[in-house]
Structures are given as C-alpha cells and as structure tokens.
C-alpha cells in the first residue's frame, strides 16, 4: 500500500511556500526511504541535521517575513517557532544514544511532518490571510 505523504499547504508566498515544498520533499524522502528499507546510523543523523539546518533558515525566512510586513501575531508565531526548534534540537542530541536509529528516526519523521502540517494549515496560513485581508502582494 502506497504510504500517505504530507503535502504542503500553499500560502501564495512564494519563498515561503518554496521551503515549505522543499521541507516537505526532505521529510516525505526520509519518510519512504525508511519504510522500504534498513536506515544507516550515518543517514539518520544527516537526515536530522538537514532538518534542523532547514528548520532555523526556514524559522528565520518566516520571522523576517512577518517583521518586515509588521504582522501582529509575530509574537505568538515566534513562540511556536521556539518550542519546535528546542523540541528538534533536543532529539538530535538524544541521537547519539538510541539503539535503534531506525525506528527513532522514523518515528521523528512522521513527527516534524505531522507537526509541520498542521502548523503551516494554521499559524502560517494566518500571515496569508492577513496579507490578503491587508492588500500586501508578495
Ligand atoms: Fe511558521
Ligand atoms: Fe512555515
């Protein structure tokens, strides 16, 4: 049976929208690769560093976003980004003392997808609404 992939929520912001796709692309890869075969340690620990590596430029891309636009829950939006980029960062470390590399990291997998999709059909398609809403073209 075919695995159900996430699938990225368009915002009409281009670059958001383009390390949205690009996020979802890593995650999904990751995702098949891991349920069609075994996951070397060297994989899972690349594979958790591009998502914390993609995860701040993303977080970074959006919070000037949402600066330069003056949008009023910036600071809500943030406190989100905050928790999440602990969250990964801390299961990164927790990395170098699994047994089971395998599972971990698909387990880890489904989770930024999950946690990535409903984040983005939410709190960022929020920053769209108010773009839309305030006649801000981007
Ligand atoms: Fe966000
Ligand atoms: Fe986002």
């Not at 949205?20 to 690769?33: A, P, Q, R, S, T």
């Not at 946690?115 to 769209?128: P, R, V």
């Amino acid at each position: 049976m075919m695995k159900k992939m996430f699938v990225p929520v368009k915002t009409g912001i281009a670059a958001i929208d383009t390390q949205h796709e690009h996020y979802y692309k890593l995650i999904n890869d990751f995702v098949f690769l891991s349920k069609n075969r075994h996951i070397e340690k060297s994989e899972a620990i690349k594979f958790f560093s591009e998502v914390v590596e993609y995860t701040v430029l993303h977080f970074d891309t959006e919070e000037f976003f949402m600066r330069s636009i003056d949008y009023p829950d910036y600071e809500t939006h943030v406190k989100i980004h905050d928790r999440f980029r602990a969250s990964i960062e801390k299961q990164s470390e927790e990395l170098e003392q699994v047994t089971n590399i395998c599972k971990f990291a698909e387990t880890f997998a489904e989770w930024v997808g999950a946690w990535f999709s409903a984040h983005e059909a939410t709190a960022d398609l929020k920053i769209a609404e108010y773009c839309k809403t305030h006649d801000i073209h981007c």
